[in-house]
């Protein structure tokens, strides 16, 4: 897909952005000032709610030692028998706050009592600055707003309520026998997930078991959101929801994994696309390993190199680098792998093979021109603080650039997908929470 | 140690530079055109000479699957019975050349030629770009003049012959029983050493026996050049070469080692200081770890953060960065360890108590003074292209942003050294060849 413009990409969303049967979404922005900084802030408010609570629902979570409040609620939620309502916030994460566990739950009271739902029936998450309260006085304040805006028609304004640092609203939609998949997804900086990742929530009218549910989303999260590094910082507030309000029924199990499958594969693509000063999409192939573990640790390894990160912004075919990092993870884990029959290409492109480097300058000209093909946007000239801002709202183009290596050795494979690294993640990030 | 301008670390470097008996070195410039990006370029070439060939060398070297050529050669060198010169180049780092290891060979026996040694008994290391192929034609033309420029009052023509991104030179000396261990590094980027470092040379008149020196190196390593990241992307050339003249004697072992450890360590802490782009050093104790790979990782996972490093670089103490950085290893690493005791303190401030913050808009701004006044450089206006330079060719102050860890889980301690993300980090590695 290619997009002229933020018009043509809000359009095709909006194509995109009908609710499946049976749900409604709401949001409300309200202005807090946090107890931590001083400052005025801004948070958006948005309600999930299915027309009736559903046993059919599925989550998972960040591996992060230190999990968000929201995260620790959402686990107990599991053991509850039907879901009622989604209330999420961005602006403040809620982990590790004094008290955040008592905010949370005083929140999912609030929107129980307004819904007519039990407080058990709510499952909360909160994306954001790490460490700051929530201003929970401020949010039950808001709420009402949020219940009133509740609507059945276009899931867009809760792919809108959720960003923080995302520069464009992601959602994705597979129509199948009638009903439909439909997901969102924020998520631009402290993304490589671990059984989970940022926030998602993946809708569907389709009717599936909530054990079924509960089986086919690990399955499908673990070559999306977990195939995805933006900076290697696996957040304290990853979670991935799925709810099924069972309004369409006679969906074969297996057509519905596919969906699934496939809104997760392009939310993941979407969130690296849209992350923090991304100007490169880049798609680490591997294949040829002993295991998927070093498979993955192998495109891990190069997609999380600063120093790849920063050749591939600056359109530098840099391939030392790129050996570098998979001599790095190799090295390191100590397998004594034959590398004699190693093959590492760049958009089709051999530039390693049989233990050496396959370049000339000509090899060289035509790499640094298939980098420029799949640039994103070029960084405009930093203002007079020397601050990096995206030149862009949407997603050009969908051209990654695409990584090859063959370990030679097994069987084994697995695609990770990052991006580079460039001035604009450092603006973005050095003084992130002003 | 402060110094207000270079002249100033110029001065004391000079002072420290005074070569141990025994030894001598030469460097040379030349210029030459790589093969693979038709562009003039250039290089030094560094000799350090024992005056007689020596048996008591140590060295190690890089764990990275993908060695260079000069690595290579180096692990067989370990086994000769002595060591009579080691040449050194810096701009290109001879890995995965096609006919590397006999490129560097073919420097070896002409360098062996025009100073009466065998082939074998010269230890090469190249440092720079990776994937070009080493101009040994142009090599074999400069040696000569690199002979001629041997003298055995100082190491200083070495320690700037070696250098690349670096911006200065980095000595270290510790005057011991009237002779001297003085070393001298090389490294500002692709620093995460695993069992070695960037291009390390330890001369010492001091005697001591092949097998004390080699027992003694991996051990001053350990927790020196081993515990330093920039950029975690450890390098295909690391190595670390000591050698000694032995013409003092009497040392004990005992305080040959501690000269050797410190030595190390100023060394390691100096390669952090000049790291590409770092305005800040950071210094992560991590303390009640449960074993010592624990007490690493989490000290790595902090000082490897984007995430942080860019929080620091910003002088911003967003230390939900910082806790989600250990939470990431923790939960990773699956140990199931109860943090209710974890502790997390910045310059003594306590952040982090009894599973939640302990900020208010005091402490913020107390954090981020002291933040400031461990930054080396502030940001100068980045050119017309956006290229951010650094301001400084030397090191104002030896302070660093001392973060403390304590898991409260057991006894098993380390600290790791690394530094901030910045946007001439960026600058120096989008362009790094041209």
Redesign the interface.
């Known amino acids: 897909m290619q997009f002229a413009s933020e018009s043509d990409h809000r359009q095709w969303l909006s194509a995109q952005s009908a609710l499946p049967r049976g749900f409604r979404v709401g949001t409300t922005r309200l202005s807090f000032t946090p107890?931590?900084?001083?400052k005025p802030s801004a948070m958006t408010l948005t309600l999930i709610v299915p027309e009736r609570p559903t046993a059919a629902f599925a989550a998972l979570f960040?591996?992060?030692?230190?999990?968000g409040a929201p995260v620790l609620i959402g686990r107990r939620r599991l053991a509850e028998p039907r879901l009622g309502a989604v209330v999420v916030n961005n602006k403040v994460?809620n982990?590790?706050?004094?008290g955040?566990v008592e905010a949370s739950e005083a929140l999912c009271a609030a929107v129980a009592a307004q819904l007519g739902l039990q407080p058990s029936e709510v499952l909360p998450s909160s994306t954001g600055?790490?460490?700051?309260r929530l201003p929970v006085e401020a949010m039950l304040g808001a709420l009402p707003a949020a219940v009133e805006s509740l609507q059945g028609r276009s899931i867009l304004p809760a792919a809108t309520g959720i960003m923080t640092t995302d520069l464009y609203p992601k959602i994705r939609r597979v129509d199948l026998g009638g009903g439909a998949v439909v997901g969102i997804a924020k998520g631009a900086?402290?993304i490589e997930p671990?059984l989970a990742t940022m926030l998602v929530y993946i809708l569907t009218d389709l009717t599936i078991g909530r054990e079924a549910l509960r089986r086919l989303l690990p399955v499908a999260v673990g070559d999306t959101f977990n195939a995805i590094t933006i900076?290697?910082?696996?957040?304290?507030s990853d979670t991935v929801v799925a709810l099924s309000s069972g309004q369409v029924d006679g969906v074969a199990e297996d057509a519905f994994a596919e969906a699934l499958h496939q809104v997760c594969r392009g939310l993941a693509e979407d969130v690296v696309r849209n992350g923090e000063g991304v100007h490169h999409v880049m798609r680490v192939a591997v294949t040829g390993a002993p295991d998927i573990a070093v498979a993955r640790g192998v495109g891990k390894s190069v997609a999380?190199?600063?120093?790849f990160q920063?050749?591939v912004?600056?359109n530098?075919p840099?391939?030392?680098?790129l050996?570098?990092?998979?001599?790095?993870?190799?090295?390191?884990a100590?397998l004594g792998?034959d590398?004699g029959r190693c093959r590492m290409s760049i958009g089709g492109m051999a530039v390693?093979e049989g233990?050496?480097?396959r370049?000339?300058?000509d090899t060289?000209r035509r790499l640094s021109e298939y980098f420029r093909q799949a640039e994103l946007y070029q960084?405009a000239?930093?203002d007079?603080r020397?601050v990096?801002k995206p030149t862009i709202s949407w997603p050009p183009h969908e051209r990654a650039v695409e990584i090859a290596i063959d370990l030679g050795v097994g069987a084994a494979a697995f695609t990770v997908i990052g991006g580079d690294?460039?001035?604009e993640?450092?603006?973005?990030?050095?003084?992130?929470?002003?």
Not at 35 to 38: A, T
Not at 318 to 321: F, H, L, P, Q
Not at 425 to 434: F, L, P, T, V
């Open positions: 107890v931590e900084v001083s960040t591996r992060n030692a230190f999990p994460s982990v590790c706050a004094p955040g600055v790490i460490g700051w900086g402290m671990n900076d290697s910082d696996q957040s304290t999380n190199s600063p120093l920063c050749a912004c600056g530098d840099n391939i030392g680098r050996v570098c990092a998979v001599g790095k993870y190799l090295g390191n100590g792998l590398l390693f233990g050496a480097f370049i000339d300058s060289e960084s000239a930093p007079g020397g990096f690294r460039s001035h993640y450092i603006s973005e990030n050095a003084d992130y929470r002003s």
